[in-house]
């Protein structure tokens, strides 16, 4: 999202008028869930993907007739029966795809966006599907900002926000929703070789990393290029590595953890220290007879048998990684299951307001 949110304050700061392609709804089997983004301008694709194929070439050429005309669209695509045969459609599913133009007028809206994801900080993104297709903020308190919604009806949208997109209707208004949630986070905890190559990949995909270290010359900007300066912290010995006060924010669900330290000594400190946090994923590198042996310690300390079973140890997929890049992919793709899964069953945290009578 983050990629998209930029992208539109890129395009619009240099006064180009923009269509914005967003999958509303999907049912069945398609290339891309609800949410999926693209950004499209009078020479084509700039940005993003709703899953390639006819689908997405339609929709491309949709948007155009939109910048052109205005008015938005929704395009309704069918990848099931007969319309898919002969076609790249066999995905089966259907989409329902709402194409809208984004003027430079919109850009301080759209800084705000990213400036709130980028903090952390949720935000319900609604546009009317209506010709002009205004678009609004609702925020967690309730407040909205923008034109295309009403402040009254801001907690009937609240109770009904989705895990990514959807189409309703309130008061005889027709609404596009979506959920930007802030983008989980991924501590690393130690800034070898192993961290540079797992920041080199979770980044791209949405998470925001920080990473710890007790040498200060292992946290240096020009080993991790991809992580906010602040986000770089020098920890001594690695003591209260996860305080909140140190980190700037609360290690929660929806904070990741992956310990990768120089030493065993360290990893078993961050981990007794992550057990004792709500994070949504702990893991940690190192052999089975690692584990066995410091799991051993840890339950005289009076750890459960059930707060072992929180960390993934040894950390990542079994693809049967030996370099450093390997082993980033396997980190990864565990912290994306681990991550869908979160999303799946706890979608946006909204503070539902009780509709008026």
Known sequence: MRTILAGICEYLKKGRTLAMVTI??????????????????????????????LAEARAIKEAGEVLASGKSSLLHADMSGCLAE??????????????Q?????????????????????????????????????VFPDGSVAG???????????????PESAILMQVEGENYLVESLLAPLRLILAGGGHVSQAVCRV??????????????????AQERFPQVAADCLLTVPAF??????????FPVDERCFIAI?????????????????TKAGYIG??????KKKQLYAKLMKMGFTQEDLMRPFCPIGIKIGAETPAEIAVSIVSELIARRAEILRNKPGAYTVIPIPN
């Open 24 to 53: 509303a709804a999907e049912k069945g089997s398609t290339p891309r869930s609800a949410g999926s983004k693209m950004l499209i301008d009078a020479g084509g694709l700039l940005c993003g993907t709703i899953g390639g194929g």
């Open 86 to 99: 002969g076609a790249d459609l066999i995905c089966g599913g259907r989409m329902d795809i709402f194409i």
């Open 101 to 137: 133009t984004l003027k430079p007028e919109l850009l301080d809206f759209f800084q705000m966006l990213l400036a709130r994801y980028e903090h952390g900080q949720n935000t319900l993104l609604v546009t009317s599907t209506g010709e002009s297709a205004p678009v609004s903020a």
């Open 147 to 161: 034109a295309a919604l009403a402040p009254e009806r801001s907690s009937v949208i609240m109770q009904k926000a």
């Open 202 to 219: 979770a980044v791209p995909v949405g998470f925001k990393v920080t990473v710890l270290d007790d040498r200060p010359e292992f946290v």
């Open 239 to 248: 003591i209260d590595s996860l305080d909140e006060k140190k980190l700037g």
């Open 260 to 276: 990768l330290t120089r030493g065993h000594v360290f990893d078993a400190s961050v981990l007794y220290q992550s057990l004792k």
């Open 284 to 289: 940690m590198i190192g052999s089975r007879a």
